[in-house]
Structure formats: C-alpha cells, structure tokens
C-alpha cells in the first residue's frame, strides 16, 4: 500500500512548527500504524534526515504512552483501540493521511507529535491515590464490595491516561480523565473515606492547569481507546458538588503548648 | 478561583433549567393570542403578568436566571476556546451528540433574538421607547399582529426559534449531566423529554406569527 502523510514537524517547544509532507511505498496492509511511521523514519535517516518524533512504548494498547492525532480523530479511524493497535489495512490505499500532537494548552508540544503530558500526573499527585499503607491482607470476606460497584470502578480502572480525551474535546477539557479516576477510587470502601477531599483537589488542580470543562458533547467517550463512559463524568460532577454542599471542614488540629 | 469549573456549569444548568420553565408560562400566554375574540383573553393575561405583585418579584429572579445563565456561558465559553491553545490543521470528527458543539453559536443567536424582542416589547412597556403610532403602550395584542403583519420579521422569528430548539435539544439532558443525575435508568427518558420539549417549544411559539400571517 502507498500512502501520503502530512506530518506535523516542530523541533522543539519554542519552534513555530508546520505540516510537512512525505510519501511511504511498499507498505504492507497487516504492518501496524508504527510500523508505517518506522519505515518513514528509516528512509529520513539514510536519506540523512530527521526522524519524525513520537511517543510509543509498549505496542500492545495497555501502557498509555502513544497518541497521534490521525485524519481529525485521536489514535485514529477505529474505535476502541489505541495507535500502536491500529493497522494500515483500515485505511485506503493511496489516501493521504494528517498526523498531528494533541492540541492542548495543557499539552504543550515538545518535539514534532510529541506533547507534554505531565499535567495528568500533576492531577494524580493532587489527589489520585489512597493515601494509608497498605498493611497486611485483609480476610477475604472482611470489605465487602457490591458486584456492581466492582465491575464499575473497574470499568473507570481501565483508563490508560493516554489524552484522547483531551485532544478529541472541543474545549480540551479533562473531564473524562479525571471522571475515570476520582470513579475507580470513590467506588470501593478503601477510597470512599478521602472521596470528599480527593475530587475538590483534583478538579482544582485540573483548572488551575488550563484544561477547559466539559459541554456533553461525548467526543471523548467516542474517542477513548478504553471506551469508557461518561457516566464517570457525571459521577464526578455527583462527587463534587455533594462534596461542596455537605462536607465538613477538615478541623485544624492546633498543637496545644 | 472563585467559582471552580463545575460550579460554573452547575450554576449555569440550574440557571437554564429555571428558564426552561418559564418558557412554558411565555408559551402559554402566547397561544391565548389564537383565541378568537380580539385579544381579550390575550390582554388580560399580559395585564396580569404585569401588574400582579408576586409575577413583579418573580420577574426578578426570571432576570437573574438569564443573567448567571449568560454571564457564565460566555465565561465558560471563553475559558474553553483558552484551553485549546493551537488548533488542528484538520478539524475534529469524532461522533459527537447532535449539533451539541455549538451551543455557544445557537445560544449567541437566542441573546439577538432576546435583545430584538426587549427592544419590541419590554422597552415599550417600561417606558425605555415610545411605542409606534396608534398603539397604546400596553397593548401588546395590536403590537403583536402589526410585527407579525410582516413575512421578513416572522421568518425571523421562527428561525430565531428552531435555534433555540436546537440549544435545548443539547441543553437539557446536558443540564442534568451536569448536575451529576446520569443514570441508566432514567437518561432515556430525560433524553426524549428534553427532544419533545424543544420541538414542542420551536412549534409552539412559530405557531402564533402562522396564524396572525394566514388568519388574520
């Protein structure tokens, strides 16, 4: 299969950057969408070129680590699946194909279809966690959990933190991410007891970060390598504005002289 | 921060849920312009709006409604277009829920709308403009029919109103998304509730400046 590809190329974070255009020959329809990006890349080195820059790790659609943006879509024309697993055979042969970062302000662009992702760890660290030791393993029967709150907060527990959602949101909003994460842990008793705490943290350090707020339009559960559901997000909307109107103020403990 | 992202859109869904049901009132005192019997039943009605002392205090809560409503939609709406930053060489297409990307346009297009017609109604009755010759100040009934005696202004007037259907077709079911009342069992039925509302409401009120243009 031959295709042509307009790639965004930048050098570096402060480069202005533009849509470049290369031709690919050769291709076999089974090759993976990397595998493409690969073949490119091998000809701009001989040819004493720049390899085209893109975040991959694992190939295998569990780690979260690559994007793209791909003809209008995040990872691409298929549903349910992230770039690495994304093969030339669901596309036209001869067709061209647009590949650009994630557009985010929250994202900048460090080198070509790279983009700088470390606002999603910057909201973990604001409150993504369970924050007691874990201790010895509890009887098998000791927590109970209901199979409906388990199957869900699983469901949320699939979230890769890859950003489609983000780069699919018309407004580059975060709320699915963060609707995953505040639902995977609010809905099993270990995280239920900093539920409260946890969502008005992250959805502050959210805002503060940039990321716009969401307008229903679904884009991201369309999107999401993961298809999770934006039921999480109004879980989280649940979670927050519950934890605003009837929560207590956590008491300042004043050390006694 | 002052408000935080969700607050905004919370206060920004009670808001327009608020004036969702005032619609229904504006629609109901709209249609009583059908009845055939000179505008009576009609004037009675907008001289009950206007002097009754509760409907007075309720009309300032009514403007609240729309002012939170639009302060924070054009907030939220400028916050959103930040977020971006650059935008995409190609646009998006994800499947996204029905003309739901555009409630900012569809909603700008309701403000026009709501501007003209405070212009042609409000600022005559508080005394703001002087009404056109040979209609009284408080006789919205031959107001009505000299506005709608006008093709280019009732089509105006309809498309005006398909607009706002289309803003609440997204804007209900998005008002309880956001006020966190997803639910399987329920999200059907808000869903065909809030399409049949805006149908019935784009319908309803296109009906009036139909039958003044045909009948009268």
Known sequence: MNFKLKIWRQKNAKA????????????????SFFEMLDTLNQQLIIGGG????????CREGICGTCSLYINGRPHGPVKGVTTCQLHMRSFRDGETIHIEPWRARAFPVIRDLIVDRSAFDRIIQAGGYVSVNSGGVPDANSIPVPKHDSDS????ATCIGCGACVASCSNAAAMLFIGAKVSHLALLPQGRVEA???????????DELGFGSCSNTYACEAECPKSISVINIARMNREFLHAKVFSEKEKIIRESL | MLFSSITRKALMALAGLFLVTFLCVHLGINLMLLRDDGGETFTAAASFMGTNPAIRAAEIVLFSGFL???FFGLWVSGQNRAARGKSYVVGNRSETSLLSKYMFHTGIIVLIFLVLHF???YFIKIGL????PGIETHDFYHRTLVLFSSPVYSAIYIICFIFLGIHLNHAFQSAFQTLGLNHTKY??????????????????????????????
């Open chain 2, 68 to 70: 939170v409503h639009i």
């Open chain 2, 187 to 216: 999200m059907g039925a808000v869903k065909f509730i809030g399409s049949a509302y805006s149908l019935l409401m784009t319908a309803g009120f296109s009906l009036v400046p139909i039958y003044v243009y045909f009948f009268k």
């Open chain 1, 16 to 31: 202005k950057g533009g849509m470049v255009s290369y031709d690919v020959t050769g291709i076999s329809p089974d090759s």
């Open chain 1, 153 to 156: 907060s699983f469901d949320a």
């Open chain 1, 196 to 206: 409260a705490k946890r969502v008005q943290s992250m959805v502050a350090r959210m």
């Open chain 1, 50 to 57: 720049d390899p085209v820059a893109f975040d991959h790790d």
């Open chain 2, 119 to 121: 212009i042609d109604f």
């Open chain 2, 129 to 132: 403009v002087a009404p056109p």
